[in-house]
């Protein structure tokens, strides 16, 4: 039926377009978690990049290691972080998450808006986590930083103006008590607490309902007894649940004494700062940041995180990779040296893989923690040699807002901050533009 104004309707005839079927899709849940990754010094974009097409493509050497999440990946190319003005390192740094360049008088050379993990844990995390973000880091400030907090080395800006830097956490083992101290050491252990006080409030709710149900009269008593079963219900399906199936658990903890968090503070940009106990300890210091970060968001301490491995001007040793040198060292202080950049860029690339992973891994209730999540891996250029910042090496992952993964999307060109703004619209947020709107041209299509 054709239906026009008031109760007339035209019957139609049969439509071949009558014959095919299109199936609505229902508006996307906006994402619940948000992750943001660093990881310095750009990449090499030639062995970066995939080969073939959007839903057929072959990762790229530097990241082939992620292959087994592959169909959860979504490779973002081909777009230009122009709001990265000032300071070669520094500015790309600060436009990474904020769209903004860098401020050289008014406000200490920061930036000049707000980071988006900031804007999303204002939205997200109010009144429904313990922490409305997290930022962890792994052997940081290690270049120009003579123990200040310089915008080399910070990536979170305040939600509100002056919009100051939040300095990352740096050792591990006051992040773990300061996350997890409280809990007792055993997984299960930890559900059975949880366990125990969703149980607790359910007693609490049966007893009101008891003492309500007494000034009732026949009818309203019904309704009540009828409350109170769906209560005793919901008690009863607790007590059947296996705790050790749990979303939150326990992060296994680590001996991290080989490891000096504050390595590399108080160094100059020329001096000795080889630290090599705490150089060779940065693989499981990074695994351990990795679980407590999943952690935290499983258990609902944090919606919002970010994982800084090291600064942008990089000096820190890599000796499990048969590395003497420092980083900043492979990407242009000892002339650019694309073989050992690309065996770093590849070993950040299997980190990747272990905290995407660890985040399919964790149950929520029928889909895993990466689902109702966005992840995004950045640097603040994309080539070490030229310090350009065009091609910016950019991944998404996760399932959160309706985010179309397995896929490798090419863009003309476009500023960064188009990105920037999508993710602020996978969480429900409607506005078009962030960051400087100089460098802001709108949303990017083909993400959900």
């Not at 080889?274 to 351990?288: C, E, N, Q, R, Y």
Request: glycine fraction near 8%.
């Amino acid at each position: 039926m054709l239906r026009g104004a008031g109760a007339i309707a035209v019957a139609l005839p049969w439509l071949e377009i009558m014959g095919t079927e299109r199936p609505a899709r229902a508006q996307p849940a906006p994402a619940r978690r948000f992750l943001a990754v660093y990881t310095p010094g750009g990449t090499l974009i030639d062995r970066w990049r995939p080969t073939g097409t959007e839903t057929s493509f072959t990762l790229g050497p530097i990241l082939a290691p992620l292959a087994p999440v592959q169909d959860r990946l979504l490779v973002v190319d081909g777009l230009d972080m122009k709001s990265a003005l000032g300071e070669q390192h520094q500015s790309g740094i600060i436009a990474w998450l904020t769209g903004t360049p860098q401020e050289l008088a008014s406000n200490g050379g920061y930036a000049t808006g707000p980071s988006i993990d900031q804007v999303i844990a204002s939205r997200i995390s109010a009144g429904r986590t313990a922490e409305a973000s997290i930022q962890l880091a792994v052997r940081w400030a290690t270049g120009k930083s003579h123990g200040l907090m310089t915008p080399m080395n910070i990536a979170n800006f305040e939600d509100t103006a002056p919009y100051s830097p939040i300095p990352p956490r740096l050792d591990p083992v006051e992040i773990f008590t300061a996350l997890f101290g409280t809990l007792d050491p055993g997984a299960s252990d930890d559900a059975a607490r949880r366990l125990a006080r969703k149980r607790s409030i359910l007693d609490f709710l049966d007893r009101r309902y008891a003492a309500l149900s007494a000034r009732l009269g026949a009818a309203d008593k019904q309704k009540i007894d009828q409350h109170l079963t769906k209560i005793r219900e919901i008690e009863q399906s607790l007590s059947t649940t296996p705790v050790t199936t749990a979303a939150c658990r326990h992060p296994m903890r680590v001996d991290t004494s080989d490891y000096n968090p504050s390595a590399g503070l108080n160094s100059d940009d020329v001096g000795s700062i080889v630290d090599s106990s705490t150089d060779a300890a940065i693989p499981k210091v990074g695994k351990l940041m990795t679980d407590m970060l999943v952690m935290a968001l499983a258990c609902d301490i944090t919606a919002v995180g970010t994982l800084q491995w090291s600064d942008t001007e990089a000096k820190y040793t890599l000796p499990w990779l048969n590395l003497t040198e420092h980083h900043h060292f492979y990407q242009e202080m000892g002339g650019f040296k694309p073989a050992e950049c690309e065996f770093i860029y590849t070993w950040y690339s299997e980190q990747h893989l272990y905290l995407l992973q660890e985040m399919e891994k964790v149950d929520m209730g029928g889909h895993s923690l990466l689902d109702e999540s966005v992840v995004f891996f950045g640097s603040e250029i994309s080539d070490p040699a030229s310090h350009r910042k065009t091609n910016m090496p950019f991944l998404l992952a996760g399932g959160g807002g309706g985010l179309r993964t397995g896929r490798w999307v090419r863009y003309p060109s476009l500023p960064h901050n188009n990105l920037l703004v999508s993710i602020l619209n996978l969480f429900g947020d409607t506005r078009t533009r962030f960051g400087s709107l100089a460098h802001c041209t709108g949303p990017l299509t083909n993400l959900t």
